[in-house]
């Protein structure tokens, strides 16, 4: 590509208002009500889950997102890049992995039979390939291969920033034959659950994703966003139908355990059609939704709804039980509730209720957030206070 035009692609590219932040910012609260939701059910609106099944893209929103996001995280430098990835990720991650590990050592004392015993395996080393060692933080599997998508993404995307769509595309359909390629290995035994090697086929399956997201928008956003919604919607859904009709309907994937694959490369291409879908939504939605404080709420903690929602749907389930025992609920199974945190309980079989799931998973998830914040203000005053002190006392 010659000077000129990339610099004109730049510059265009920075015209893009900061509605289009606010989009992926709803793209991040979508996201991660897709995930609580995909974990609970969809509470009497089926319909959500049967065009775009949400284990077919709703954990690879966040990976498009963060690919979007790079254009401008990309222009620090890498010690920076990675050191703030690191603080906003893998400590917090190991922080709670810490306290998730205390709980259900103090659970397991009294008659819970989810999870391990607290080990350096359990606390450092199982967290970064498996992620499901204690269960109830189980969600936060993801960061491991997040963080090493972003890593491995760095230097490959800085170097093809002068290049032109061509080396972009060539480059994403490098990522596309690695996803291929984990994929296969993943149906062959690679991904199993006793082996670290499971961290392969979920870094290839999330790569390609955030590669996308940073083609679009280096390249692809100003083009989409001149398609009439209409048009848009019709050629999307006609794809759909044709997909149905070839490869039968979409179908969603465990990328936690990456051991459902039924072909090699479905798996790889079916996340985009919700992907493209929900993006144009968002964006459709940005005007109305930017300035909800609630969804300003949830789209800036995602993290820690990814962390904590398990743990409010077992505090519903703790009240479930609690009632249970005096005759309330007799059809809840206390059985079930004291070995699996994933539990869902259909109160008078109505999926209706379950959205009483959806509230206890964000809601907590939000009020640890807050104590987190709490107590992270009071250890911050007290280390100043003691710097202060120990500066004064010289």
């Given at each position: ?5 990339l ?10 208002s900061r509605?289009?932040?606010w989009?992926?910012r ?13 974990h ?7 319909f ?7 284990y077919?893209?709703?954990i ?17 430098s890498f ?5 703030n ?7 917090p ?8 590990g ?30 499901h060692?204690f ?55 690679l ?35 001149r398609?009439?919604?209409?048009v848009?919607?019709?050629?999307h ?13 979409l179908?969603?994937?465990?990328l ?7 072909n ?6 079916t996340?985009?059609?919700g992907?493209?879908?929900w993006?144009?939504?968002a ?22 709804i ?15 039980n ?7 609920f ?13 539990y ?49 006392a010289?």
């Amino acid at each position: 590509m010659k000077s000129g035009t990339l610099i004109q692609t730049n510059r265009s590219s920075e015209k893009i208002s900061r509605s289009e932040h606010w989009t992926m910012r709803i793209i991040y609260f979508l996201g991660i009500i897709f995930i609580v939701v995909g974990h609970a059910g969809t509470a009497g609106l089926p319909f959500m889950d049967q065009w775009f099944p949400f284990y077919s893209f709703h954990i690879q929103l966040f990976q498009f997102a963060a690919g979007y996001l790079f254009v401008s995280e990309g222009s620090r430098s890498f010690p920076f890049f990675l050191a703030n990835k690191i603080k906003k990720l893998m400590i917090p991650f190991f922080i709670w992995n810490l306290v998730y590990g205390c709980l259900v050592t103090c659970l397991h004392r009294v008659g819970y039979r989810f999870g391990e015993r607290v080990t350096f395996r359990s606390l450092f080393l199982k967290p970064l390939w498996h992620g499901h060692q204690f269960w109830l933080n189980s969600p936060t599997w993801y960061v491991t291969p997040h963080l090493l998508v972003q890593i491995l993404s760095y230097f490959p995307l800085k170097l093809l920033v002068t290049c032109s769509l061509t080396a972009h595309i060539l480059y994403w359909l490098g990522t596309i034959v690695l996803a291929c390629l984990g994929t296969e290995l993943a149906m062959h035994g690679l991904g199993s659950p006793s082996t670290p090697f499971l961290i392969i086929p979920r870094v290839t399956s999330f790569l390609h994703i955030y590669t996308a997201g940073y083609i679009y928008r280096q390249f692809l956003e100003q083009l989409e966003m001149r398609i009439r919604n209409i048009v848009f919607f019709t050629i999307h859904s006609s794809l759909i139908l044709l997909w149905t009709l070839f490869c039968g309907p979409l179908r969603g994937y465990v990328l936690s355990w990456c051991n459902n694959f039924d072909n090699f490369w479905k798996p790889v291409i079916t996340p985009y059609f919700g992907i493209t879908f929900w993006v144009r939504v968002a964006r459709i939605l940005t005007p109305i939704l930017r300035d909800s404080p609630i969804v300003i709420c949830i789209a800036k903690n995602t993290f820690s709804i990814m962390t904590h929602h398990l743990t409010g749907f077992f505090c519903l389930n703790t009240a479930f039980n609690s009632l249970h025992r005096i005759g309330v609920f007799p059809t809840f199974d206390s059985t079930e509730y004291y070995k699996n945190v994933y539990y869902i309980y259909k109160v008078r079989n109505n999926d209706i209720m379950l959205s009483l799931y959806h509230l206890a998973g964000i809601s907590v998830s939000l009020l640890i957030k807050r104590v987190e914040q709490i107590v992270t203000h009071q250890l911050n005053k007290c280390y100043h206070l003691l710097r202060a002190d120990d500066f004064s006392a010289h």
